[in-house]
Nanobody
Framework: QVPLVESGGGLVQPGGSLRLSCAAS????????MGWYRQAPGKQRELVAT????????NYADSVKGRFTIARDNAKNTVYLQMNTLKPEDTAVYYC????????WGQGTQVTVSS
């Protein structure tokens, strides 16, 4: 398993930016495809972005393409999500997990986009 702790969320105005971080423990991180997910109130959790172990393959949900960037630092066991040009519809709790996801989820980090 790869226990995970998300951070970096907050309240931001539309058009603003945030950078999320996810710190993983365990030696399996650098061999694992990672993903960022989000869950908005009343909606199912959705996959936002994925990155392969070496970072060579990255995929994004259509709703965030061109605005979000996923990256990882295997030396620090950390995966990041840079979010630019945020919209109110990006408001959600953001989680990181493996892809496909483990059954265990961290607490996530709240992102609220509002004026």
């Amino acid at each position: 398993q790869v226990p995970l702790v998300e951070s970096g969320g907050g309240l931001v105005q539309p058009g603003g930016s945030l950078r999320l971080s996810c710190a993983a423990s365990g030696s399996g991180f650098r061999m694992t495809t990672m993903g960022w997910y989000r869950q908005a109130p009343g909606k199912q959790r959705e996959l936002v972005a994925t990155i392969t172990p070496g970072g060579g393959r990255i995929n994004y949900a259509d709703s965030v393409k061109g605005r979000f960037t996923i990256a990882r630092d295997n030396a620090k066991n950390t995966v990041y999500l840079q979010m630019n040009t945020l919209k109110p519809e990006d408001t959600a709790v953001y989680y990181c997990n493996t892809n496909p996801p483990m059954s265990w989820w961290g607490q996530g980090t709240q992102v609220t986009v509002s004026s």
